[in-house]
């Protein structure tokens, strides 16, 4: 069975600082897929990006990153000078296989709260 | 943009009642899932649907639960008797072969 652990419950940080959300999966299954999907306080899910696990290549999305490493079975996502509007749950999930891409197993979500 | 939408926003209900959820999916989409969130905890997989049947379900989508696409653009979860723990946000999703899920805005089922 796989497993996904988000160990921050709870962030809280200054506009402008940076942050980093740890993210770490747990699976056997060769092939996977990773995601992180944000929940703003409206409560939608928002997807922000999703990497498979051939392509360990580091992604930048203007004030986003996300470091995938193998080696450790994590998938951090990095938010540079963080915003006010950043502010929400933030969840780490994994689709194993190829068969759906849409089961997706959830961490429990890191809280991160960014004050002015 | 093309978006998941999902009625109602909020229901409440009392326990032993049934209760259908409604989702509309991406047009294009061919892959459609629910999901539920317990109020503080994480986002947790019910059901998937693909080409008119179940293509996958957690041990949580009992008998109480049923899904259907009733029409070519509709959705629907169906819980048969609600429960008090039934209470949750649930989310409808939808996704073309091998992408991304996308989330509908979620309905807030309270069971009183």
């Known amino acids: 069975a796989q497993k996904v652990t988000q160990a921050q419950t709870e962030i809280s940080v200054v506009e402008k600082e940076d942050v980093t959300l740890d993210c770490v999966y747990e699976?056997?299954?060769?092939?996977?897929?990773l995601f992180w999907y944000k929940q703003p306080p409206s409560g939608e899910l928002v997807f922000l990006i999703r990497r498979n696990s051939f392509d360990e290549q580091n992604e930048i999305s203007g004030r986003y990153s996300w470091n995938f490493q193998k080696s450790t079975s994590s998938f951090n996502f990095t938010i540079t000078a963080s915003q006010v509007v950043d502010s929400a749950v933030y969840f780490c999930a994994l689709i194993v296989g190829g068969t759906s891409y849409g089961k997706l197993t959830f961490g429990q979500g890191t809280i991160l709260t960014v004050h002015p | 943009e093309p978006e998941v939408t999902q009625t109602p926003s909020h229901q409440v209900t009392q326990m032993g009642q049934e209760v259908i959820l409604r989702c509309v999916p991406i047009s294009n989409h061919l892959y459609f899932y629910w999901y539920r969130q317990i109020l503080g905890q994480k986002v947790e997989f019910l059901v998937s649907f693909y080409n008119n049947e179940i293509s996958e379900k957690s041990e949580i989508f009992d008998d109480q639960f049923s899904v259907e696409r009733p029409d070519g653009s509709n959705f629907t979860l169906k819980i048969r008797s609600t429960k008090l723990e039934d209470s949750a946000m649930y989310f409808c999703?939808?996704?073309?072969?091998?992408?991304?899920?996308?989330f509908g805005q979620g309905t807030r089922l309270t069971v009183v």
């Open positions: 699976t056997r299954d060769t092939t996977y897929y």
């Open positions: 999703a939808s996704s073309k072969q091998n992408t991304e899920a996308f």
